[in-house]
């Protein structure tokens, strides 16, 4: 029998990643806002809603959250996941860090956490909320082979594919690589429809038109209709790619490489949040680009 599962964050990602887990089997639930849990135990019989940290201490805890201070904060303290695996006795838990952070404090919490016992893996995602709704999610994982092996088996109801990308920091860094892609590919396609739709061409022929040509891409597909619609209602927002994206320059400082197209789209995104669109959906910054 595989050991206990629980997952922490029932946001954007982490609820349809909950409703296909839990569909499989036993899941405990934790999240900020317990109405939220309380919902999804509501409608699926097999979840338990772990009002504390603590008490979703499991053999193996996925934390979907977006960044790693949020992931500190439900591990350490009195009711944090580390006094939960104590008073349980839980043997070498292994806490599998699901957002996109940075690979260096990402390596310090494992060096730290491994002095507990607690194996901490990187498995950031790809595939955005549509991905997760559809079982879909793309996950790189940094750890040992061991550990990526037993995660595939975890994720199989939500992650299409599941890559062990190397030791402890790959995933992190590869979904690094993700969100230059990301977010210069959506940079381009704000200012592609920006230029069609100033120039008279009809946005959905557009997105026909590009999405049947090499330009074609996930990101078109699953957002084409906020560029057609001009309505930027949030999955991953302006800010959260505003934080990848440092996280990406601090990365390519590390290893002493200047990414031209990086810095343009960082400052596109900057500048967006700075007018005050960091809540909207990272296609939103459309919106900037009309306004420069």
């Given amino acids: 029998m595989g050991r206990s599962i629980s997952l922490i964050g029932l946001g954007a990602m982490g609820l349809p990643m909950a409703r296909l887990l839990a569909a499989r089997g036993a899941l405990s639930v934790h999240n900020r806002s317990a109405a939220r849990a309380h919902a999804l135990a509501a409608e699926a019989p097999s979840v338990a809603v772990a009002e504390r940290p603590a008490d979703a201490a499991a053999g193996v805890v996925l934390t979907?959250?977006?960044d790693l201070p949020d992931v500190e904060a439900v591990v350490h303290g009195t009711e944090g996941l580390l006094a939960g695996w104590r008073a349980a006795s839980v043997d070498r838990p292994m806490l599998v860090v699901m957002g996109?952070?940075?690979p260096v404090a990402l390596r310090a919490l494992a060096q730290e956490l491994a002095e507990h016992g607690v194996e901490v893996v990187d498995a950031p995602m790809s595939g955005g909320v549509l991905?997760?709704?559809?079982?879909r999610l793309s996950v790189f994982v940094g750890g040992s082979a061991e550990a990526a092996a037993e995660l595939a088996a975890v994720l199989e109801p939500c992650a299409s594919r599941v890559t062990h990308m190397g030791p402890t920091g790959a995933g992190a860094t590869t979904k690094l690589c993700n969100q230059l892609v990301v977010a210069?590919?959506?940079?381009?396609?704000?200012?592609?429809?920006?230029?069609?739709?100033a120039s008279g061409i009809d946005p959905m022929?557009?997105?026909?038109?590009?999405?049947s040509?090499?330009?074609g891409s996930e990101a078109l597909r699953q957002k084409r209709q906020h560029w057609i619609a001009e309505e930027f209602a949030p999955g991953g927002t302006i800010d959260y790619q505003v934080k990848d994206l440092r996280y990406a320059q601090q990365a390519a400082d590390a290893a002493g490489l200047r990414l031209r197209a990086a810095q343009t789209a960082l400052a596109l995104f900057e500048d967006a949040s700075a007018s005050g669109d960091g809540g909207l959906d990272h296609t939103g910054v459309y919106r900037q680009v009309l306004r420069d």
């Fill in 205 to 211: 022929a557009l997105a026909d038109a590009l999405g």
């Fill in 131 to 135: 991905g997760a709704a559809e079982g």
């Fill in 184 to 197: 210069e590919t959506i940079a381009a396609l704000s200012e592609a429809f920006a230029l069609a739709r």
């Fill in 64 to 66: 979907v959250l977006p």
């Fill in 100 to 102: 996109t952070v940075s």
């Fill in 213 to 215: 040509g090499l330009a």
